[in-house]
């Protein structure tokens, strides 16, 4: 990747995660029935984090699952030619339930609307939220977030870069920014 520049680093990554834990506390309104789900890869590792910030300020923890969408992508085919799919584990009922579905940056809407088509799949929710720490603009269908750690206006030639310490070989979460390799 060409040079990249940090936007956040390790200390406000926990800023944002404490800011959005508190604002799902102020909007969700039954905790029984309330689920966080992350979205395969880094989406499943901030929603740990927000789980972990979530048990720091209210006796009732969220109850949580991690969602696959690779075989929900529609630019599957342009990815990879073998994608490599991982499980999901909703091991809950879904009917009913609202749901916060959790992921690193929202572009274009399609990662999200891929997420809704998968959960849809194990039931009817009563309601679908989405937290995100970076919203980057450029959406193509009409999807917001609910919870959004930053907006970051973007050009289409750059790539917002979430890190976690877990699969992105880094000491600290942080996010940055580069331009796409030509």
Do not use: W
Not at 37 to 51: L, M, T
Not at 60 to 75: A, E, F, N
Not at 139 to 159: N, Q
């Amino acid at each position: 990747m060409a040079d990249e520049k940090m936007l956040i680093n390790s200390d406000e990554m926990k800023a944002i995660i404490e800011r959005m834990t508190f604002q799902i506390i102020e909007k969700v309104a039954d905790y029984d029935n309330t689920y966080i789900v992350g979205i395969r890869r880094r989406g499943e590792y901030i929603a740990n984090r927000i789980i972990d910030s979530f048990k720091r300020h209210n006796k009732t923890p969220l109850k949580s699952g991690v969602l696959d969408i690779t075989l929900y992508r529609d630019d599957l085919s342009e990815i990879a030619s073998l994608p490599e799919v991982k499980t999901s584990d909703i091991g809950f009922d879904v009917n009913g339930k609202t749901i916060i579905l959790v992921d690193d940056v929202l572009f274009t809407g399609r990662t999200i609307r891929s997420a809704i088509d998968a959960l849809l799949d194990y039931g009817r929710p009563a309601k679908i939220m989405l937290a995100v720490i970076v919203d980057r603009g450029h959406k193509e269908l009409p999807i917001h977030a609910d919870f959004t750690g930053k907006i970051i206006p973007t050009r289409k030639s750059e790539v917002i870069h979430v890190k976690v310490t877990e699969i992105d070989n880094v000491d600290s979460d942080c996010v940055t920014i580069s331009d796409r390799e030509a």
